[in-house]
């Protein structure tokens, strides 16, 4: 038989690894071991689209035992949430949790075959047992046409890379070698869940006949790109008036952005055309409803900081405000 030569061996063998690396290029978790009983960041990585085509939508089932969920928003993708029913009761800060967020679908993006993204969504790991694992269904869309799902999930015993589209799954540790948790934090603030009043220091300002007021930011989370902000508008004119553009120092832009239920799912969506103060009356912007959002952020928003400002309006002109920053959850 006629051995293969040196250099024939060596591509056979390249060639091999490239198989080996495309076969194993699943959707995963960067997270090591998370604890039990814990807030992490679970970082979902796609590294590739389907058979060459882009993506454009990420869509996660998120599992039981992963409660108080908080997805982050990804700038060029609309971002778009379902709520449901926990089998169980969990217990949430001393309260309660019987549902929450259920799925997480980030829509009508663009994500070329040729990079790598990271999905991100914060949550408390609930009920599960140290040395378990948490297997989150992923569905990968492409156009209309192409799909990739990552929902296999391995039985008690079974070696998840065994199968063929396996489920990407946090590994629950249980002790000090388990990833770094975030307990005290209440992530679901945005959405509404628990969110406390503007503080006592929140921003006010007066430009023509309106009145701005409670004007504050959140503290950013570990790893989070965006912030939230939010105020009260009150007009005391004759005329409707609108908010048309944003800006600040401390990102590279601001957006109008609304969160609102439609049909049970709750979307979250840019709002382009700004948003409308209507004469006599106000818009007030808080968690779960209209909102700011500080894109590519330079600094993560701290604690006891103050985040500038610029508000233009159609008819009543620009104003400058400082926004306190509150702890995240407070």
């Known amino acids: 038989m006629r051995k293969p030569s040196i250099a024939n061996a060596a591509l056979l063998g390249l060639s091999v690894a490239l198989f080996a690396s495309e076969a194993s290029a699943h959707a995963t978790f960067a ?5 039990a009983e814990s807030y992490v960041s679970a970082v979902l990585q796609v590294p590739h689209g389907c058979d060459g085509k882009a993506t454009t939508e990420v869509q996660v089932t998120l599992p039981e035992g992963f409660i108080a969920a908080k997805p982050q928003p990804k700038p060029g993708w609309d971002l778009e949430l379902t709520k ?12 309660p949790m019987t549902e929450g967020l259920v799925q997480v679908r980030w829509k009508n993006g663009n994500l070329p075959d ?5 999905f991100v969504i914060y949550g408390k790991v609930a009920g599960v047992a140290p040395g378990s694992s948490l297997p989150f269904k992923v569905v ?13 999930i391995a039985p008690a015993g079974t070696d998840p890379h065994s199968l063929k589209n396996p489920a990407p799954v946090l590994k629950i540790g249980s002790g000090d070698e388990a ?3 975030h307990g005290e934090h209440d992530h679901a603030a945005m959405m509404g869940e628990g969110a406390a009043p503007a503080p006592a220091e929140a921003a006010q300002a007066q430009t023509g006949a309106l009145s701005l007021s409670n004007g504050y930011v959140k503290a950013m989370l570990p790893g989070q790109p965006v912030g939230g902000g939010y105020v009260v508008i009150a007009n005391s004119g004759k005329q409707d008036d609108r908010l048309v553009s944003l800006s600040s120092p401390a990102a590279a832009r601001v957006e109008m952005h609304e969160m609102a239920i439609e049909n049970n799912v709750m979307k979250m969506r840019e709002v382009k055309d700004g948003f409308v103060i209507p004469a006599g009356g106000k818009l007030e912007m808080k968690p779960g409803g209209y909102h700011l959002m500080f894109q590519q ?4 928003f701290k604690a006891g ?3 500038p ?3 233009t309006f159609e008819k009543a002109g620009t104003v400058s405000m400082e926004l306190p920053v509150t702890p995240a959850g407070k």
Do not use: F, I, M, R
């Open 140 to 152: 990968q869309l492409c156009g209309s046409e192409g799909k990739v799902a990552w929902d296999e």
């Open 114 to 118: 040729d990079y790598y993204d990271t």
């Open 297 to 300: 952020v330079k600094e993560p």
């Open 31 to 35: 997270n090591g071991e998370v604890k």
């Open 305 to 307: 900081g103050k985040v």
């Open 309 to 311: 400002v610029q508000l």
């Open 179 to 181: 990833g770094h948790s």
């Open 84 to 95: 449901g029913k926990y089998q169980k009761s969990y217990d949430n800060h001393g309260k």
